[in-house]
């Protein structure tokens, strides 16, 4: 059965920038500000400061005389001062608590429609030691996150426009969720979008059948008019996912990857397998990956 074509049109009119004021998470700046020229959209600069430990039950410390939030302001008025985003509107938050609280609260209060944010994509141990902040907001928010991992290329032009979009799919409600987000950055940068799916394990004497009914099932998924706005292209690839997606996207230049992403309400320990596709995607993709929780 064909797939339903969705709406194309997507709107972000708020983008959350959440920032550790490293280098890291800064690199991930230039693209929302671009998100936000694009869609007309505003920038939430954010930074949550931890609660400070209480030994004994006592009265909140007055923000003035705690540390981390006076040294968090600072912080925070050298990153306006040395980041004025010009042309875009845009303010900063400073909330105390635990990075994802404060940071849900934030998507909630102002009705957030996109995070972006950088990440280090730690791996392997380092990972199931420090755990992978970056992971679990794309998990766990309701907005797709765009994450700009350690490898992804930062190119001043990139931000310009994206001439390749690469949507991985592999037909589940997280990646049918992502197709809207894939079409409407197609048309915005009239762009070339290639359509993806990867099959691992597959005896060559069958590959043939399964990529032709493969592409008819990702061509149902296209709006019959999207000709008129972007270049669309079919492509099956017989691998593992990560690995599979990770190449393509190199060897096609893509300027973002799109895909679905599984939701857990907490951080499942199946989640910080270091081999978790999306997680790998993010850290090893030379590009943005764009996520939308099914």
Wanted: aromatic residues 6%; hydrophobic residues 45%; charged residues 20%.
């Amino acid at each position: 059965m064909p797939a339903t074509q969705p709406a194309v049109r997507i709107a972000i009119n708020n983008i959350l920038f959440p920032t550790d004021f490293s280098a890291v998470s800064e690199a991930a700046l230039p693209y929302a500000t671009a998100l936000a020229a694009w869609y007309d959209a505003q920038v939430i600069v954010a930074h949550s400061v931890p609660l400070e430990p209480v030994i004994i039950p006592m009265e909140p410390m007055p923000l003035d005389l705690n540390f981390e939030w006076v040294n968090a302001e600072r912080k925070m008025a050298t990153f306006a001062a040395n980041h004025p985003m010009p042309g875009t509107r845009h303010e900063t938050v400073l909330q105390q608590g635990e990075l994802w609280d404060v940071l849900s609260s934030l998507i909630d209060r102002h009705e957030i429609d996109l995070v972006v944010l950088g990440t280090h994509g730690r791996q392997g141990l380092s990972k199931l030691v420090m755990g992978s902040a970056a992971e679990e907001i794309f998990r766990r928010a309701r907005c797709p996150v765009l994450t700009v991992g350690p490898k992804a290329a930062r190119d001043p032009g990139e931000f310009e426009n994206w001439k390749t979009i690469l949507f991985a799919t592999d037909f589940s409600a997280g990646s049918l969720k992502a197709l809207p987000y894939a079409l409407s950055l197609a048309e915005e940068n009239e762009a070339k979008l290639i359509m993806l799916h990867l099959v691992p394990l597959v005896p060559i004497q069958e590959q043939q059948d399964i990529e032709h009914a493969v592409v008819e099932r990702l061509q149902s998924m296209i709006p019959d008019d999207a000709a008129a706005w972007c270049d669309p292209d079919y492509l099956v690839d017989f691998d593992f996912p990560a690995a599979g997606i990770i190449r393509v996207a190199e060897q096609r230049n893509a300027n973002v990857i799109v895909m679905g992403v599984h939701h857990a309400d907490k951080p499942k320990r199946s989640s910080h397998l270091p081999w978790a596709t999306t997680h790998e995607v993010v850290c090893n993709a030379h590009c943005p990956v764009l996520t939308v929780r099914g």
